[in-house]
């Protein structure tokens, strides 16, 4: 089933902050963050494998909450190259690494 | 490393003719998959394969048909095409073995038209 992200679209300015919401009805075993440009394929950000495990590199951040299932995206003091659509996959355990992938939210960073 | 190419970049059908969008990726990884994407849509699986000579359905395929006969390779091939099929279509690879290792890598895509 596939996982709801929340909000659909977001529009910020430039060092405001956004938190991108993924959640799912299933047991998770990961959820991946993927970034897509417009006209571009998606790109890897980060994959959250334990429950209440938190990871991020610079200013873009992630939780999983293993118990209610669900997956919070941070991006903080945003910059213009951070706009774009963002994915959550969502994956359990019996799926074979398949991920099944949220509708998206659209991030537009304006100077 | 070129990591996952496609080919062709576009293409343009007509309803009932059939055609196999080309992948390949050397990054030895086991796993590869084939996605669509619709205008405005997120990703949906159409096939995937866990290695060589292995494959299995994934959420939308139907009118499709794949084969991996090399770790390389995953090609897909379109039946008598149809309208619904105008997407964009990417193909994905992982390691898959190890949890830090699942990371998709996606090919630039296909973006396929049927008139």
Known sequence: QQPVQSPQAVILREGEDAVINCSSSKALYSVHWYRQKHGEAPVFLMILLKGGEQKGHEKIS????????????????SQLS??????????????GSRLTFGEGTQLTVNP | NAGVTQTPKFRILKIGQSMTLQCTQDMNHNYMYWYR???GMGLKLIYYSVGAGITDKGEVPNGYNVSRSTTEDFPLRLELAAPSQTSVYFCASSYGLRDDLREQYFG???????T
């Open chain 1, 82 to 95: 951070y706009s774009g659509t963002y994915f959550c996959g969502t994956e359990i355990r019996t799926s």
């Open chain 2, 108 to 114: 630039p895509g296909t973006r396929l038209t049927v």
């Open chain 2, 37 to 39: 994407q619709d205008p």
């Open chain 1, 62 to 77: 992630a939780s999983f909450n293993e118990k209610k299932q669900q997956s919070s995206l941070y991006l903080t003091a």
